[in-house]
């Protein structure tokens, strides 16, 4: 893990930012940070310009607005102009592919928010939805400028209308390299992900101080807001990295599985991934005992190209995997229950993880691989009470509106509601396939037994255990009424599903007109 920003930081470290530089060439080998950007470094981060010249290709970066000035004259800000006003915006490349990009600048005014620096991100917010380009910022601002009072407040609004109207059309990506605080969260929150930096960044509605005034809790930045509490407990962001140079380079990665519009497919990468490369490690990654835990990676890695598994959310949520990967150089979304984790049951944090990743994939047109290995939604008051009825609902909407190439796999455990819930056959699964000792029933053998016979004994009901395994703990039912369209071997598996994505890639399906619907919230 990189911790230290070393000699080859300093080698691609770029031009400061004041008006001189912007026409200066900048030379790499000559380069020496100002005193501003030496104390950034100190803090282990990046300035607002290196964050955006190293996430794109070399030499793509064309900033726009870069002269502009702030119009604001309250509190003797006249006196305080900066060419682009703190905030940097602008185009370029990321693996050949273009993107839309903005940066605070936390040296300008603690990269507040003007209304300048708002109207430089709406024109380019606006620019790369009519093309058809994602947009990824990077925050690191103490929020609205408190010199512009509602002018800034203004300019929040503007950019989250923008986000709102845009999502589903490009994709949207923030990254939070240091503070970002009151309503200014909320446009991350509104785009399709968020992640956070190690040490530097924090997130909250409300900060540390007010917290304690309100409620008298002495809580620190990192407590409330850190990015362990959100990608862990609160689910806002998607991961987490050790520092900025992380950041940005596992963000280029990212970007490789992502469309640039809701109109055009996903890169398609070259690979020499062969569909009939040899999985026969499938065949043992189930366990025999069916109470036995094993890893649903184990299932999905030998699957997808080698390598290309990209996860989502992996602190959040355990009892479900999420993420991007690619089969035959495809992308696909992966949705995954994870027995590992509590069995891989589904509760109100796995369901809502689950739905967000399906709507983002169907959003973007891309097919939704889902690994089923799941005992059921977990029972429990605090469940209830924290609604699990309309949070598992979310996932079932998501599944069921989802029109996208869909491709089950049914591990072990199908059981209940989620085997419904699932990318069952009945949500329009296009191809749903049980391994050999897939189990799709009501409920496990032992709960069945005690609901239908409570009044037997401990060895009578151990014999209708039996029964009741043989007769419903396979995937044998569920397939002669074709609910399960084949019972394949575990290494068939990644042949099965190149062979699927490859016929799918023709589908077409559309879901009744309508406005919007109303997915439970
Ligand atoms: C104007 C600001 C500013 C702001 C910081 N600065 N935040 N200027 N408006 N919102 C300036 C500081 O005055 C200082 O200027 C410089 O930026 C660096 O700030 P420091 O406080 O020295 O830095 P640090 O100690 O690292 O603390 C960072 C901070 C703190 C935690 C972000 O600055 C802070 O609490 N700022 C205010 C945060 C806030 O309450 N914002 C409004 C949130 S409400 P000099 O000249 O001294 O270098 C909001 C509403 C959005 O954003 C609503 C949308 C609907």
Redesign the pocket.
């Known amino acids: 893990m990189m911790r230290r920003f070393g000699s080859a930081m300093a080698a691609s470290l770029v031009a400061a930012r004041s008006a001189s530089n912007l026409v200066k060439t900048f030379d790499r080998n000559t380069y020496t940070p100002s005193a501003t950007e030496a104390k950034r470094h100190g803090k282990q981060r990046l300035t607002a310009m290196e964050r955006v010249q190293l996430f794109c290709d070399p030499g793509t970066f064309r900033e726009r607005d870069a002269l502009v000035e702030h119009e604001c004259h309250n509190f003797d800000m006249h006196k305080?102009k900066i060419a682009g006003d703190g905030f940097i915006t602008g185009t370029g490349k990321v693996f050949g592919r273009p993107v839309f990009l903005f940066s605070h600048d936390?040296?300008?005014?603690?990269?507040?928010?003007s209304g300048t620096n708002a109207a430089k991100v709406v024109k380019i917010m606006d620019e790369a939805a009519k093309i058809g380009i994602p947009l990824i910022g990077f925050n690191d601002?103490?929020?609205?400028?408190?010199?512009?009072g509602v002018v800034?407040?203004a300019g929040?609004?503007d950019i989250?209308l923008r986000n709102t109207l845009f999502s589903g059309v490009i994709p949207q990506i923030s990254v939070i390299m240091?503070?970002c605080?009151?309503?200014?969260v909320?446009s991350p929150a509104i785009t399709d992900f968020t992640f956070m930096v190690d040490q530097s960044s924090y997130m909250f509605v409300t900060?540390p101080e007010v917290v304690s005034a309100v409620g008298g809790k002495l809580v620190t930045?990192d407590e409330l807001g850190g990015p362990k509490i959100h990608g862990s407990k609160s689910g806002v962001s998607a991961g987490t990295f050790p520092n900025d140079l992380v950041a940005l380079a596992q963000l280029r990665k990212l970007y490789t599985y992502l469309p640039l519009s809701n109109r055009d497919p996903a890169p398609v990468v070259k690979t020499t991934d062969s569909r009939f490369r040899n999985v026969d490690s499938l065949n043992t990654v189930v366990p025999f005992d069916t109470k036995e835990a094993y890893d649903i990676r184990d299932a999905i890695f030998p699957v997808v190209d080698a390598e290309s598994f990209f996860e989502i959310q992996p602190q959040f949520a355990k009892n479900i995997v999420c993420g991007f990967a690619r089969v035959e150089g495809r992308t696909v979304c992966i949705i995954a229950n994870q027995p590992k984790v509590q069995a891989g049951v589904l509760d109100i944090d796995s369901s809502v993880k689950a739905a967000r990743m399906v709507r983002f994939a169907d959003a973007f047109n891309i097919p939704i691989l889902t690994f089923v290995d799941v005992p059921g939604f977990l029972p429990g008051v605090q469940q209830e009470y924290g609604g699990i009825i309309r949070h598992g609902a979310k996932l079932l909407y998501a599944y069921a509106e989802a029109t996208v190439p869909k491709i089950t796999i049914i591990t072990r455990k199908a059981y209940g509601g989620a085997y419904d819930v699932m990318s069952s056959k009945h949500l329009r699964g296009d191809s749903n396939y049980a391994w050999p000792r897939a189990e799709i029933a009501v409920m496990g053998a032992t709960g069945a037994v005690k609901i239908l016979y409570p009044k037997e004994t401990l060895e009578q009901q151990a014999v209708r255990v039996k029964d009741y395994e043989t007769a419903f703990c396979t995937p044998l039912s569920a397939a002669r009424k074709g609910y399960v369209d084949a019972v394949i071997q575990p290494s068939e598996t990644r042949l099965r599903v190149c062979e699927d994505l490859e016929r799918l890639s023709r589908k077409q399906l559309s879901n009744p007109w309508k406005k919007h619907g109303n997915i439970p919230l």
């Open positions: 305080k936390f040296t300008v005014l603690g990269g507040s928010l601002s103490g929020g609205a400028r408190i010199q512009e800034s407040l929040y609004a989250f240091g503070p605080a009151g309503g200014a909320y900060g930045k």
